[in-house]
Structures are given as C-alpha cells and as structure tokens.
C-alpha cells in the first residue's frame, strides 16, 4: 500500500522547506503547504484547510503567530480527519511566564502545545530559541551585507540554533519510532553574542560587520525609519530580550536526545552558507 502523505506547514519557510527536502530524500509522500506553495494553505481561510489535510497521516505544523492562535482549530480538524501524528514548531521559553516580552506572554505557542498534548494522537513538540539562518536569510541578513547589524540586545548571548538541525528532529519525529509525547528544547552547541556571530560570519567571508548596541528608544526609532509597522517595532523589541538577558544563553539537550549527535556549530553554519553565497551582494 501506498503510505499516507505528511503534509508540512509552512513548507516555504525557513524549517518547512528543509522537512519537505529532507522527507522527499526519504521517499515520504509529502506535500509541501503555504499560500504560495504547490498544496495552497492559508491560515487565514479555513477553506484551504480541508483539501491540504485529505488523507494525510502526520503533519509538521509551523504555527501562525496570531492571538488566538488558529492551531487548536487545525488539530481538531486533523485529527478527526484521520491524521496520526502531530510535530509542532514552537518555540524556546514558550512554558516561561515573561520569557519574551509584554508582545508575546500568553501568545499563540502555549495555545498550540496545549491542542497537541490534547489531541489524543502522537505528538512531538519543537522548542527551537533563535535561529543561526536569521543572519543569513532572515531580519539581519541585509544589515550584515551592509557592514552594520544594529540591534537592541546588548552583549547579551544566545546558543543560535540551526534551522537544518531542527528540521532533521522535525523528520526524525515525524518519520521514527521514539520520539511520541516528547518536547525537544532546541538550541546549538554553544553560547554567542551578537558581535561573536559577526566574527564568525567575518572569518568565513572575509568581511566583518560591525555590531551597535542599541538602546530601545534608538531600536524603534530606527525600525520606524525603515518602515516598520509601529505594532511590529514593540514585537521585535519584545523578540530580542532573551538574547538581551542571556536568557538564550543555556546550551539545552534537544538535538542530543533526538539524533543522537552534538547540534551544528555556528561556525560551522557561517562556512556553509558563505560558500552557498548567502552574504554575496
């Protein structure tokens, strides 16, 4: 018999395109889902829900970050489709009461983890903390091309996590035995602050981007100018204080548990994707 199909959510995305890959390496069925992908999902129109669903057994869900949060709707409605297995994305500090900011405590995560555990079917959990691929393909990437990433998080450090790594535990639950009723906390092999990640990025390119500490007021008037939404500028202040208090800063045992092995280094990261051109103007 043919195996069901996995459907990934998010599967354009930054850890969503990395599961599709990964599962199609596989031989997995998978159907790769997102507004603009090749099965249409949309969180906003629960019209798009069904046909993605249909006949699926597992599905990697990358949540929208909307208060409500839409997952608890989209797990009921796989589970009584049928659907077998759930691996969520969420995120690090989700079960920490002011981990982030004012933006974000009783946000869309405690929401999504809840349906999961509630769902009755096998569920994996996915607490990633920031992602290394933020300075490659992300919010800081062009400011790093530019020679200054300005930021509002002080010398504060994070152990950034690699988003190849999560998606290789996102397969991994998705597709294995062992991994039912667990919640992976996510993160990489050692602590770094903002200006260490420029270092690196510098050693493996050649070119190194100054860091500037911001204070707040500096942050979001400097996001304003670039024209940032005012709603956003708070979220994105919001964002960055785990890395701002070290909060980041524990190494956790996520992808150890998992795969079995230590996570990807930074370093490693940077020459990855400076030999893929992601800093190449």
Not at 6 to 20: A, E
Not at 91 to 97: Q, S
Not at 171 to 199: F, K, M, N
Not at 256 to 262: E, K, Q, Y
């Amino acid at each position: 018999m043919t195996p069901q199909p996995t459907l990934v959510i998010g599967g354009t995305g930054k850890t969503g395109r990395r599961v599709v890959a990964r599962l199609r390496e596989r031989g997995v069925p998978t159907r790769a889902a997102s507004r603009s992908g090749e099965t249409r999902f949309d969180w906003e129109d629960r019209a798009t829900w069904k046909a993605a669903l249909d006949g699926v057994g597992a599905v990697y869900i990358v949540p929208l970050d909307t208060v409500p949060s839409r997952t608890p709707a989209l797990v009921e409605q796989a589970v009584a489709g049928g659907v077998t297995r759930l691996v969520l994305l969420s995120a690090r500090g989700a079960d920490v009461p002011g981990y982030f900011g004012p933006a974000f405590d009783g946000g869309p995560h405690v929401e999504g983890e809840r349906a999961v555990r509630a769902s009755g079917v096998a569920w994996t959990i996915l607490r990633p903390g920031w992602f290394a691929q933020n300075f490659s393909e992300g919010a800081f990437r062009d400011e790093v091309i530019a020679g200054e990433l300005a930021l509002f998080a002080g010398d504060g450090a994070a152990s950034f996590v690699d988003a190849e790594d999560i998606a290789e535990v996102a397969v991994a639950a998705l597709t294995g035995p062992g991994h039912e009723g667990q919640i992976y906390e996510l993160s990489g092999p050692r602590a770094l602050t903002v200006d260490d990640c420029l270092a690196e990025i510098g050693r493996a390119t050649g070119h190194r981007a100054r860091y500037v500490p911001l204070d707040e007021a500096a942050y979001r008037a400097r996001l304003i100018s670039q024209g940032v939404p005012e709603d956003s500028v708070a979220t994105w202040a919001d964002a960055l204080k785990p890395i701002r208090t070290s909060q980041e800063a524990p190494v956790l045992d996520g992808v150890v548990r998992a795969l079995g092995r230590p996570p990807r280094d930074f370093a490693d990261f940077a020459r990855a994707e400076a030999e893929a051109g992601a800093w190449r103007v």
